[in-house]
């Protein structure tokens, strides 16, 4: 999903008896025509590629195992957006508006 809100604000860590991790997601914004992130994802990259960002997994201290698995959780939760959408009393044409915002 794009999403233009990405500043420092919306990224967060928790604290576990392991030691720091990132939080779950929040404050997504799915926003058309969007072709790059405000934060970069690498130092030099900020291009919306899920490649990307197992690039840097180490800086996270993920395993490649649970990158996979929060990458297979977020799409999860985003790949039924528009049965979510309509349950929340979201119009179809405004789901049709906002459907290149996702990238599933």
């Known amino acids: 999903m794009s999403n233009t809100d ?8 928790l604290l576990s ?5 990132l939080s779950p997601a ?7 025509g969007n072709k790059g992130l405000h934060l970069n994802i690498t130092d030099t990259e900020n ?11 180490d800086f996270f201290r993920l395993t490649q195992r649970e990158a996979t698995k929060i990458y297979d959780e977020v799409l999860g939760a ?10 929340s009393g979201i119009s179809r044409a405004e789901q049709v508006v906002k ?5 599933i």
Request: avoid cysteine; aromatic fraction near 16%.
């Open 47 to 57: 291009a919306l590629d899920y490649q990307l960002a197992f690039d840097v997994i």
């Open 99 to 103: 459907q290149d915002a996702f990238n």
């Open 26 to 32: 929040y404050d997504l914004n799915p926003i058309i």
């Open 78 to 87: 985003v790949k039924n957006w528009q049965q979510i959408a309509q349950k």
């Open 6 to 13: 990405d500043h420092l604000r919306n990224h967060g860590f």
């Open 17 to 21: 008896d392991k030691g720091w991790r």
